[in-house]
């Protein structure tokens, strides 16, 4: 049987379209969305005795001189003259190229900085070109590009996908009118998207650089308001799709799981917490699937409303999972949690169940049994909770804490997990807790698909921190400090930075810091043992080999030789480390130490950031603060403060070699000193950072916004708000293809 006809090979891209679709430029619009960094000024010839020192200019005259010379180093020298004046041209790096076109008596035109000095005018690596034919009328673009694509590839792409693009209006009248007056208060004209993008793309000479470069420009604001109504609409399309969705409706119980929850907890509820848990319980009496973020600062109590939560699915006969980013975490709620809700489900014959990644395979298959039998109501764990073995009977509610960890994709796989179709069931609600507080302008545009619901009243009893910053040569007063804590039966935190790239670095940096403070609190002595997380003072028999430790107990650490509790006046004080590459049996036991109360210090790496909560720990030191990012040095202080204690947070800051601080770092530092209020830190963080590094893995495949900014364009996404509401109702069909022009395939990642 003679073979089938081979499909027609398909034409390989060359290297420039290769680095074009890697820079997402696909489609004609693509291209014509694809705005210049900056310009350079190609439209007129500027005699060389007219060029002010330090000005980028363009001339154009005759080689007089060529010489390669060999001091200080292998350069290319060229001498041109225009008439008025000569210029030396000076290539470090050049080919034959160069030296052809830049031969004596050629006529060339040079653009490039202008540098004068005793030996007359310079520039050093300008462009250059013969001259001859007609200067450009428009400034020239330059865009933002990669090594495989040079700019005039580029330039040409540009200028064909702008022509060719579909540029016709999709916003109707109504919602243009609505546009003209919001631009109106700015005192801009409304230009159509065609015209707006030809004129970013080729502004003329005469035009004012710094209302382009500022984004102020009408050409610039018809964009802004393009692009955010189209993220408004998708968001907004994106809620109204899960709104025809149907999920169970899940109501309390009297006499219930949620009753008997309320009545063993050892604390009142704020009013605070009691307001969000009444707007998540009506959520979840709809049929509709709910789609909640549960904000708060750092210790306001969102973990007891997300029990409150679980506890109505489970009361309807539902199961609920919960999933946090780290093992530490998800342990951390698995304790308070297994605490609270295992006496009231053992009666009911239900059981709390665990999954993590490092879980041995027999203790893994009794939980997956237990879930899947439906006899764990409630499944608490890490990135393991939506692995492809993992079957719910009947999953009715998801929460996710920490939930800008948690990609896109991760979050759409936690929904295809939804048991129970056979009882009408469609999607599971979705409660998604953050702890990094959203500022009002992000919650409006990259949450606007989410309704919110702020914890915006801390516990009572919580003691206020006093945040210092200092610098890192008062280190020895600091360790001074350790030791005045420690002796008062305190526990400190001593937190090092992390940073992926230097990750061995940073460690060696962490564990020096170990011995230090180890030496430093037991005398000057103490051993050092590098292959050990736990530090012990000179007395008493060696500590068990790393992931051996015994869970913690007051009586058992005597017994293991260990250094017993720092508040015993005198005794030896242990000091833990902690680090993200310690196997979690040994990470748990430390934890467990410190938890307990037997061991005074513990130096980690950032794996405290989120979730830690020992009420005797008074003092937080954070070591490299200038390293770290404001919502992360926040959630970092948080850590303290949390019992009757006076508590501090110090965060020691390492100058540069100039003796200064960076303007970031110091702003960072500034906001933490200023304030312990998490929204307030929010704004800031924003201001500084940007929504792209704020947001975090939310925007994982999600568009984010390229032309607008939150900080400055409030008035515009208060418009694009009104203006996608109007559309959606009254003119789907342009608000679909106004979505289709600005975000493509990306709008289908909003529905998560």
Known sequence: MPDAPSAAPR???????????????VRDIDLALHLPLRYEDETRIVPLREARDGAVVQVEGVVTQQDITYRPRRQLLVTLDDGSDTCTLRFFSF????????????????????????????????AFHAAGGDLPEALTPVYPTSAQLPQAYLRKAVVSGLKRADLSETLPQAVLTSLQETLRGLRA???????????????????????????????????????????????????????????????????????????????ALTAAQRRVGEEIARDLARQVPMHRLLQGDVGSGKTVVAALAAAIAMDSGWQCALM?????????????????????LAPLGKRVAWLTGSQKKKQRGEMLALIASGEAALVVGTHAVIQDQVQFQNLALAIIDEQHRFGVAQRLALRSKMGGAELGAGEPHLLMMSATPIPRTLAMSYYADLDVSTIDELPPGRTPIVTKVVSDSRRHEVIER????????????????????SEAIDLSNATETHAELSAALNGSHAPFRRDLSLSKAPEGPALPAQGRV?????????????????????????????????????????????????????????VIEVGVDVPNASLMVIEHAERFGLSQLHQLRGRVGRGAAASACVLMYTPNEGGRLGETARERLKAMAETNDGFEIARRDLEIRGPGEFLGARQSGAALLRFADLATDTHLLEWARTAAAEMLTRFPEAAERHVGRWLGTKAEYLKA
């Open 482 to 501: 350790i030791h005045a804590q420690v002796s008062e039966g305190r526990q400190v935190y001593w937190v090092c930075p992390l940073i992926e790239e």
């Open 11 to 25: 034409k390989e891209l060359s290297a420039p379209q290769k680095a074009m679709h890697k820079l997402g430029l």
């Open 324 to 344: 946090a980013p780290t093992e530490i975490l998800a342990e951390q709620h698995f304790a308070k949690l297994i605490g609270w809700l295992e006496p009231l």
């Open 95 to 126: 080919y034959p190229a160069h030296q052809k076109t830049l031969a004596v008596g050629a006529r060339v035109r040079v653009r490039g900085e202008v540098r004068g000095g005793f030996m007359g005018k310079t520039m050093m690596h300008p």
């Open 189 to 267: 004209p409304l230009l159509s998207l065609r015209q707006a993008l030809e004129y970013l793309h080729h502004p003329g000479p005469d035009v004012s650089l710094a209302a382009l470069e500022d984004r102020s420009h009408p050409a610039w604001q018809r964009l802004k308001a393009e692009e955010l109504l189209a993220q408004q609409l998708s968001q907004l399309t994106a809620k109204r799709e899960r709104d025809a969705l149907r999920a169970p409706a899940l109501t309390t119980q009297a006499g219930g799981l949620h009753e008997q929850l309320l009545a063993v907890l050892p604390f």
């Open 550 to 606: 015994p869970p913690p107990s007051a009586e058992g650490a005597t017994e293991r030789g260990e250094a017993a509790p720092a508040a015993q006046g005198g005794a030896p004080v242990l000091v833990g480390l902690l680090h993200s590459r310690m196997p979690v049996a040994e990470k748990k036991a430390v934890m467990g130490l410190f938890s307990g109360g037997q061991m005074g210090v513990l130096v980690s790496t950032t």
